[in-house]
């Protein structure tokens, strides 16, 4: 509750009544937050949209469009919106842009850094000559702060724990300055085999049209008048 504190002064017929605020009173004009008129009520309204709010009047909305419901905007906050628009929105803009390319920068060099189930043997989960120059390139290529190899997981625990402890002495016997960790994951790649790459390459060359428009060398025009 808030504290009143009567101060009456006998200036002719009128008597004045100034409120005393206390640390934690709650004001009148707060709407269930800060007092108004203080910073922690500038504050606490700083994030609120702009525009109109929508109300319901005589069982209609007004308007009828979307738009935001609660307490309006300060008239400071109104005149900053109008003034420095949409720049608060260009902000937010900007970091979920970047969010959004720093999630897709992680994806893609946790694919490029999984190790699939082609760099291993298929009985006994030991890395395979691919497996290492792919494990060599992660180690020489990959900036340090996404060198983390993944391993696809197999449908039976036993291979996907073989190929977990491979790939975990391969690192033991290179002389890494830091620690690589090793997980997995279930993971398919995201390439075709070499087979058809090639078939695909081979059909684009065999099928390649002739050139339509032909060649046909520049003649010189007629010469001058000589000496």
């Known amino acids: 509750m808030?504290?009143?504190?009567?101060?009456?002064?006998?200036?002719?017929?009128?008597?004045?009544?100034?409120p005393q605020h206390s640390a934690q009173a709650e004001g009148i004009f707060s709407y269930g937050g800060p007092d108004a008129g203080t910073p922690e009520y500038y504050e606490f309204h700083a994030n609120s949209p702009v525009g109109s709010?929508?109300?319901?009047?005589?069982?209609?909305?007004?308007?009828?469009?979307?738009?935001?419901?609660?307490p309006h905007q300060p008239f400071c906050h109104k005149y900053h919106a109008a003034t420095f628009w949409p720049w608060q929105y260009v902000c937010q803009d900007r970091t979920v842009v970047?969010?959004?390319?720093?999630?897709?920068v992680e994806n893609g060099w946790c694919t490029a850094t999984t190790l699939y189930d082609f760099h291993f043997d298929r009985e006994t989960g030991e890395?395979?000559?691919?497996?290492?120059?792919?494990?060599?390139w992660i180690l020489t290529h990959v900036p340090q702060e996404y060198q983390q190899v993944y391993v696809s997981s197999s449908l039976e625990p036993r291979i996907?724990?073989?190929?977990?402890?491979s790939v975990r002495n391969e690192l033991?016997?290179?002389?890494?300055?830091?620690?690589?960790?090793?997980?997995?994951?279930?993971?398919?790649?995201l390439k075709r085999a070499a087979g058809v790459v090639e078939a695909?390459?081979?059909a684009t060359i065999d099928n390649t049209p002739a050139p339509v428009i032909t060649y046909q060398g520049i003649q010189g025009g007629g010469g001058g008048g000589g000496n």
């Open 200 to 202: 695909i390459d081979r």
């Open 98 to 104: 970047t969010a959004t390319g720093l999630a897709q």
């Open 127 to 136: 890395l395979n000559t691919s497996g290492r120059r792919q494990l060599h």
């Open 160 to 165: 996907s724990e073989a190929r977990t402890l």
């Open 2 to 18: 808030q504290t009143w504190i009567m101060r009456v002064a006998c200036v002719g017929l009128f008597v004045v009544v100034a």
């Open 53 to 70: 709010r929508q109300t319901l009047h005589k069982g209609k909305l007004w308007p009828p469009r979307p738009r935001p419901v609660g």
């Open 172 to 189: 033991s016997q290179l002389a890494i300055p830091h620690d690589v960790p090793v997980s997995s994951r279930l993971a398919a790649p």
